[in-house]
């Protein structure tokens, strides 16, 4: 090629070397890709399928206690024996009941939240919108214990005081259950409504307006149907993580013997004194099981046709909202007190019994011998250190583990490199289906059985919860992949860098937001996820919440409890608060 | 233009029938983003594809980077085949030597501006056995009026500068074939014919052979060597601007390119000096026609550019000189453009463009003769 004389350097000096043209749509590292591939294809299997196949396995294998390896032959005796006590028919209904009821208790809580917030002229939404929001931070488990706290019938802050105007409630039950279950799940019911109603165009509903039609009208005939899609996607989603829910029935409905599908597994398998029914356990996994991947295959379907009926329009509308009008006063005072019930009061009672010598009312005179005997106690606990070094152990084994191997997957399925990348992709979303107590307990099958010598340690928990949260990295990382710009991608390829240089110095840069949102979200979903650390747990790998757990039904000793749930709390606190942040500095930028 | 003994010597790039689409040919899926593109860009050249929206420009430069897979077709590069449907091989995108300055820059948010540009040395396909690196890269960036943006974020840099970073970054990689996609789009009207010069002399100082693609028929015009110009995936005409502006070969190109009156054909029959057109509004005698062959003796229009029309007021007229292509008119509006005069003039109810000089007395409402010399009316067929 000609080259002008210039001081910079001579353009297209030296010839490429001649190279042999590959094979369409294969490169080098084609191979070694697909060996990843393979290997993470074996990995996933080992993690989800393998357990799964095994507790399949156990639920043909007829005997009450024997470990099922011993029983020889085949049988369906487990079904017909389930399917003819009567337990099977109470604990379905039992299930039945506390899924409707907790989903109504949000969609209505939700909906009404959301509506309030993004559509109307509600005072002080800056403040009441997070707030709704906050529980988020609080893991499952703390959300349990905090309620049984503040509601419980004996000494309970809010039975207290409701018992002062002639109401009486009861936590340990299934009315208690369904509204702790139902307030928990408002804020990610919030966060899928509320940017469907923020998107809706207010001319939609302002036509309608126009005619004479009342509030009240105008929602159930414009509003609900537009939001339809959203809504009802978000309440399947709902439903999945209610019936896998285990932390809420098993500590709120145990003590009254009230048992759902995930509490009852959990029971056979660590019954508080007997032997453990592995049959049982397992075949009870399977309904499990089945019902929840239907449900996702149900939630799927919906989803896809989803995209068909989008009437609402992203474009920036102005933002005009419904005058509340005489209501507005009466309407935030009623929405401050549900956040103040709702939301502050569990947590305040928490810190209020972790502080107290013993459980009692929240009182003035009570100030006065607050003190922070229960935090030394638990810290100084013997084992305490252990305990704490292996959740950090397992926690950020978790992290890091699911997000490395999710990250592959993620940009493997969205680079359509390698063979097989998507089957992977979506052989890990179907991982999504799988209740975490039934993970647990297939998990913990197969290590009964094999003797893979890491039963009663550490890794066995950090193992069962990358599979749990494998399905949930991929999925985060491929949103974040999905609104990069490949404009960036292809400006690295054409200089003629190599695949993995593009992915090390541009793409995992680029990524590197999402990817630490995704660890620390991973982080604090782990740290306390109960159903599978205490299927798992031995003398040896106890972590923190199996210590509040265990703190708290076997000793009862609800201040050493509120301890416990106060610091597992606060640790999650700051990796939400970390997200969050980093979410809002993107924003900025 | 489809000549395809390929020279590597004589050519820098060669595409023959090149073919791409989006859906699935098998599943019955006629419609093609790229359908049968065929042209060859001579070592050195500046050659650009100009279309309308949606007429493949963007799909036609992604198969020569080897961003997309064609269906079919072929494609040589510096004298090596880097794509060829028929022996089922392509050579990788990291593997052609080409830079790319796409339409958005591609400009990495999280890198400084000198990490951006030096990219190509020390990651590209020529990273091997760099020295001076850094050094080299400041020259460069110096010259595109950079240097003092060295250590900024490359987000802190305005449209303009971060085009000429592009442009820099994509110099570096010192290819062997340069592409460009609409890199000016973004900018407003001024920065867009100061950063057109610039690139053209840049592109000129290096020598390097760079296929651009642009909609904008100005740009096309003032930059190139040669134009491609393509509308539904298929090329209409390659030649070079004054040629494509000239001697358009079909209506699509004279519409495209600058402005012109097209007149149905109603009847066409060859003459010794050219073609005789019979109009809606006369006979046209034709001495200049467009593709070589009339595919029917009815169709195709005659094509006349506004400036090549005289317009005088009726009553002094001029004698008639003969030869000359003359109809009478009514003007039904005039647009004063400071230089010259924009006239409508009405004929039989069909409105002609006319360029006039802006000393001409012409109301609307006053008859005029329109008059055009054979030469610089033009038949096309299609
Ligand atoms: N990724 C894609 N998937 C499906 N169809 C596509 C895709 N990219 C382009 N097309 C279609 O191919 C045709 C050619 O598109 P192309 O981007 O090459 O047009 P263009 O000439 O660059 O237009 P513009 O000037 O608007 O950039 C269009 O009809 C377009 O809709
Ligand atoms: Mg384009």
New binding site residues.
Partial sequence: MSVKTTEAPAVGAAPPPPQQPKRIGRGPGGWAGIAVNAALALLVGYLVLVPLVILLYSSFKASATDLPFDVPGFSVDNYISIFQSGQLGSVALNTAIYTVGSLLVSLVLSLCLAYLFERTDIPGRKILAPLALAPMAVPVTVTAIAWAIVANPSNGPLAILLRQIGIHINVYSMPGMIMVMGIFGVPSMYLMIAPALGRLNPELEEAAATVGAPLIRRLRLIVLPLIGPAVSAASMLLVVVILEGFAIPALLGLPNRTFVFSSLIQFSLQPPSGFANYSKASTYGVLMLVLSFAMLMVYRRRIRDAHRFRVVSGKGYRQTRTPLGRWRIPVVIVVAVYMFLGVVLPVLALLWTSLSPYARPITWDGLRDLSLTNYANVLTARGMGQTMLNTAEVVLVTATAATAIGTWIAVAAARRRFRGSGMLFEATSLAFGVPSIVLGAAVLYLYLFVPIPIYGTVWIIAVALVARFLPRASRLIQTALLQLDEGLIEAARVTGASPFTVTRKILLPLLSPALWKTWLWIFAHALGELPIALLLTSSDNRTLVVELWNTFTSSADYPQASALAVIILMISTIAVWLVNRRGAAEVEA | MSNMSAQPTASSITIHELR?S??RPRAGDP?Y??DGVSFEVPKGQFVT?L????????????CLAGL?QPDSGRIVMAGRTVFDAGQRHQVRTEERPIAMVP?HYGIWPHMTVLDNAAFPLRHGRARKGQQNIKQRTLEMLDQVGLSGFADRWATQLSGGQQQRLALARALLSEPEVLLL??PLSNLDAKLRVKLRMELRAFQEQFGVTSVY???DQAEALALSDTVVV?NG?RIEQIDSPERLYQQPRTSFVADFIGSANLIPARHVSEVSNGFLVQTDLGAFLCASRGQQKATSSETGHVCIRPENVEVHPLHSSPANVADHNEIAGVVAGAEFLGDRLELLVDVKGTRLTVTASAGLSARTGDPVVVRVQPAHTRYLAS
Avoid: F, I, N
């Avoid at chain 2, 279309?51 to 992604?62: F, V």
């Fill in positions: 791409k989006y859906g419609s983003a790229v594809l279309g309308p929206s949606g007429c493949g420009k963007t799909t036609t430069l992604r997309e339409q996609d609409e693609v642009t909609h393509m995936g």
